[in-house]
Every structure is written in C-alpha cells, then in structure tokens.
C-alpha cells in the first residue's frame, strides 16, 4: 500500500523547515542529499500517519543529537580487545550488492554467541554499521545507478541454531528496536536460509517481538536459498555460506571460499577511498579517520565497526513502543 502521497510528504516538509538548526543540519546527515525519500520512509514506518511519522521522526532526531551520532564513525571503539571480542561473536559481512545495487549483508545468527562483550558494546557495533550502510555504501549506489538506492538486503544463516540462542534474545531485541525507531525501512527483505528444525520453536519465541512490518518481510528459503537468491543477485554477492551451504564461525578465509565474516574478504578492498570522500562531504573528521584506519588495517568493515563510539542508548528509548 501506498502511504506516501505528496500531500502527506509537503506536510512533513513543512514540519522539517521548522526544526532549530540543529536539527536541521541532523536531518541533513540523515537524508544524505535525499529528504523526500527518508520522509517517506517514516511516513510509511507510520502507515500514512503524519503525526505519528513527524513524532517518529523528531525522536530519532532527538535521539541522534543526543548520542551524538552523526560523529559516531570518528570515535573508536577501545580498547582493542573489545572491539575484537565484538567481531568474533558477532558474524556480520557486507558479501556484495542485489542485481538492482542494494548492499547484501549476511549474518550468521546461528553462531553469533553475543557472550563476549556487554550488550551495549553490541548495540553500538550495530549502530556503526548502519551509519557506514547509510552515508558510504548507500550514497555511493545511488550515484552509480542514477537513482535512490535506500534499503538493503540481509541474509540470515541460522546454521548451528540451538534453544540457548533464546538467551541472546535481550540483545536482539535492543538492536532490533533501535533498527524500528531510527533506522525505519532500511531492510526490503530479510532472507533466513539453512533452517534447522529447531528454528520452528525458536521463530514462535521470537515473531511476536518484532513489529508486523518487519515480520512481512522476512522469507525462510529451503536449505541454502541458492536458487532463490540467484533470482536477485550474482553469484560473486552470495553469502559464503550460501555457496557452500553452510556457515563457519571462523572470520578467515578457509578453502576455496572466501568467507564475507572475514576482515580481509576481497569486497572490503573494492570501495576506494576516493568513494568515502565524496558520499561524507563536510564530514572532514569521518574521512579522516576512515582513510588512517584503512591505511593502518587495509580493510573498510573493520575501519567500520573499530570506529564504534561510547554510545549509550537509553533505556527510554529502547522502551518506546
């Protein structure tokens, strides 16, 4: 259904022009050079409801502010052994782009054990990421195909799913919640591929937590999905797990398969720096720190995830319904 008819989006027009400026340059950073279709993504995160998106949008204005989000990717996450902790506990990788230029991201659910950091150091891991997706990958699509590219695509390998996964349902359900009310409408489709039977008892635990928008968007594909995700990407963009039907709780690469949890995999060293330069315009500090951290490590999701700042989210937020 559509939500977003153009009287709607004037109003919500009318109501961004009077914002401080504070507020303002926020929803710059925001928009990244596209205000009409963020507004329209929070209208339709408010099924046509004006008020309701105006309200959804200052709060995450507000929240942005708040936590100083918009420098978020030049504050490091330390010490090291944190953010290492991070990244060996939390599978996440960028394997490549759909056929119409959304960033693929694949997570491995199933062996992502969450026990090695504090759930708030997980949030702000998933917080920097969704910053980087939104001000590098994202402008840099649209740019390249000539029109707006806003959501992405996951992909959820649920490879060694087990009943005490049900333990890591606090932290998802802050990350999730964040995702709802800040980042809305930035996953067209959720993919879960490699379903073991025990996946049935734990998506009947987890369904009723997610908002019914979200819940619409998810697809359970048999086995691998390599067939099915043929369908909207190449190859080259599927998963390692999808390739080989099967995902590793190792970030290195193992075999013939380069493994996208990996902080040295091939599509890490294909964005140029040139690109940040140019999608992070006016953000001269984010640039600098992106271009020193690739230098040093020679690797942009670790660049992404090692600029993760001491971000508290508040627990008023992560409450709001």
């Excluded at 056929?99 to 199933?110: C, E, I, S, T």
């Excluded at 708030?120 to 001000?135: A, F, G, K, L, P």
């Excluded at 590793?248 to 075999?255: A, D, I, P, V, Y």
Aim: hydrophobic residues 35%; proline residues 4%; charged residues 25%.
């Amino acid at each position: 259904m559509d939500y977003c008819d153009p009287e709607s989006i004037d109003q919500m027009i009318s109501f961004t022009e009077k914002l401080d400026e504070r507020l303002k340059k926020c929803f710059e950073i925001l928009h990244q050079g596209y205000p009409k279709e963020t507004l329209e993504r929070f209208l339709k995160a408010r099924d046509g409801n004006v008020c309701k998106a105006n309200k959804m949008l200052l709060d995450t204005l507000n929240w942005r502010v708040e936590n100083d989000i918009d420098n978020i990717l030049a504050r490091p996450i330390e010490p090291i052994e944190v953010y290492t902790s991070v990244r060996d506990s939390q599978l996440i990788g960028l394997s490549g782009y759909c056929k119409q230029g959304r960033p693929v991201f694949a997570l491995g659910v199933g062996l992502s054990a969450y026990d090695k950091a504090s759930a708030d150091e997980y949030v702000q891991s998933h917080i920097q990421m969704n910053e980087y997706r939104d001000r590098v990958l994202l402008p840099m699509m649209s740019q390249k195909f000539g029109t707006y590219i806003g959501p992405c695509l996951k992909v959820l390998d649920m490879t060694g799913l087990k009943l005490s996964a049900l333990s890591r349902i606090k932290i998802l359900t802050m990350i999730s919640t964040v995702d709802d009310l800040n980042y809305p409408e930035k996953t067209e489709i959720y993919y879960i591929v490699n379903a073991p039977h025990i996946f049935s008892a734990c998506w009947k635990v987890v369904k009723p937590l997610l908002q019914e928008r979200t819940r619409r968007k998810i697809q359970v594909l048999q086995g691998s999905g390599r067939d099915e995700l043929l369908k909207v990407m190449s190859y080259d963009s599927l998963p390692h797990f999808v390739k080989q039907q099967g995902s590793s709780s190792s970030r290195r690469n193992e075999g013939k398969i380069s493994s996208c949890f990996s902080f040295d995999h091939s599509f890490h060293q294909e964005v140029p720096d040139e690109t940040h330069e140019e999608n992070l315009e006016g953000s001269n500090v984010i640039v600098r720190t992106i271009k020193n951290t690739l230098k040093g490590m020679g690797d942009e999701e670790t660049a992404l995830e090692n600029g993760v700042a001491e971000l508290h989210v508040s627990n008023d937020q992560l409450n709001q319904s």
